[in-house]
């Protein structure tokens, strides 16, 4: 590529200015959030922003003491904080793919608690933990279930790819490479010896999410390792 001026820079990476939604891709790696009240985002994921804007670390009671319990016990991606006034801000994480989702009345998805981005305020959202599989597995330790009319952002290491759940046709996945979920899917447990002894080491691998009904499974093409199973 040739050399750019650099007001030929500027113009290339300026944000945009056609459209204003309230959640609009910058990039595929940046989200702004066009803010007029309050909006929640992960902690830390803040890059820049531009107007009149509050950042207040999410409250103790503020989701209710169930969600202050499990928490403690995650001590992982769960933690977000909340964006008041009226502003564009923009968001990023570690430079993954930021995904936009617009849910309707009535719909509920499951998020990996590393991969949850930002949520419109007045959506519901609870951490689910998933103790099975914590107790086999490095990755998918917890979820939030997020629920509501409603944005929501979340984020994948590279370009993901969704694969259909129908009945009687079960779909396995790797918790490390699982981002999230439609709300009808319970996934459970699936343990298979022979894919651990073909690979020869117990990278988690022989340990699979099993789904099935009528939905969808989110996965990325990265089996991301979380901080809390690195810090063991």
């Known amino acids: ?105 009535g719909e509920t998805i499951f998020v990996n608690g590393n991969d949850l981005l930002a949520v419109e305020d007045g959506m519901k959202y609870e951490i689910k933990m998933m103790r099975r599989v914590a107790g086999m597995a490095s990755g998918g330790l917890f979820n939030i279930r997020v629920s509501g009319a409603g944005l929501v952002a979340i984020t994948t290491h590279y370009t993901p790819i969704t694969l259909r759940v129908t009945p009687g046709q079960p779909v396995f996945t790797d918790p490390n490479a699982t981002v999230a979920w439609s709300g009808d899917l319970t996934p459970g447990i699936h343990t298979d010896i022979s894919f651990k002894t073909l690979i020869g080491r117990g990278s988690g691998e022989s340990i699979q999410l099993r789904f099935e009904g009528n939905g969808w499974v989110v996965l990325q093409p990265y089996e991301e390792v979380y901080m809390q199973a690195e810090s063991t």
């Not at 945009?16 to 702004?32: C, H, I, Q, S």
């Not at 994480?93 to 309707?104: D, H, M, P, S, Y």
């Open 1 to 105: 590529m040739a050399a750019q001026s650099v007001q030929e820079f500027v113009a290339a990476t300026s944000q945009k200015d056609e459209a204003r939604g309230k959640f609009e891709l910058e990039n595929p790696y940046t989200l702004e959030v066009n803010l007029d009240g309050r909006v929640w985002c992960k902690m830390g994921a803040m890059i820049g922003y531009v107007g009149a804007v509050k950042f207040t670390r999410q409250g103790a009671l503020e989701q209710g003491l169930g969600n202050l319990l499990k928490k403690m016990v995650t001590g992982e991606g769960a933690s977000l904080m909340k964006m008041e006034g009226r502003g564009r801000v923009y968001l990023a994480e570690a430079g993954k793919r930021i995904q936009v989702l617009n849910l309707g009345a």
